[in-house]
């Protein structure tokens, strides 16, 4: 089943759809003021979205944290959606629109592996896209909460 990743434009479906995800995943996204402050900063974000129908099942926002360096700065895909692709292929769009608009990295935060089993799965589908390991700074969120960086080279 092929995965058709769309641009989203319009900042107040940019806001929309963040929120209908994002909510549905407590296990990744369980501090409202984090969890809103994605919400909110999505509206100006380039972002990219898979739908089922009319059905919202992913999407990813793209910060610019330099000149060089495109970050994730939020993704987000309902669990009965994972292992399906739709990550790499939004993954894929976000690279390519990097690329594109003269990035050359992207990177991505998360909570270092061997404290959150969720986190864990996150981290292993960073690897399996080929990102590495870059730094872990671990007061960054706080000391429950270590921020893995992985960077990759496009």
């Given at each position: 089943e092929q995965n058709l990743v769309l641009t989203i434009d319009d900042p107040t479906r940019k806001e929309q759809i963040a929120r209908d995800i994002l909510s549905q995943l407590p296990d990744w996204f369980g501090v409202p003021e984090s969890t809103l402050d994605y919400i909110h900063s999505c509206r100006e974000k380039p972002s990219w979205a898979v739908f089922s129908g009319d059905k919202v099942q992913s999407f990813i926002a793209l910060k610019e944290t330099s000149p060089a360096t495109a970050e994730i700065y939020v993704m987000g895909v309902l669990p009965e959606y994972h292992h399906k692709g739709i990550g790499r292929a939004l993954f894929d769009t976000l690279t390519a629109y990097a690329r594109t608009h003269g990035y050359s990295f992207i990177q991505v935060k998360t909570v270092r592996k061997g404290?959150?089993?969720?986190?864990?799965?996150?981290?292993?589908?960073?690897?399996?896209?080929?990102?590495?390991?870059?730094?872990?700074?671990?007061?960054?969120?706080?000391?429950?909460?270590?921020?893995?960086i992985y960077i990759k080279s496009i």
């Open positions: 404290y959150w089993a969720s986190y864990d799965m996150t981290n292993e589908f960073y690897i399996a896209i080929g990102m590495k390991e870059f730094e872990c700074f671990p007061n960054y969120w706080d000391e429950k909460n270590p921020c893995q």
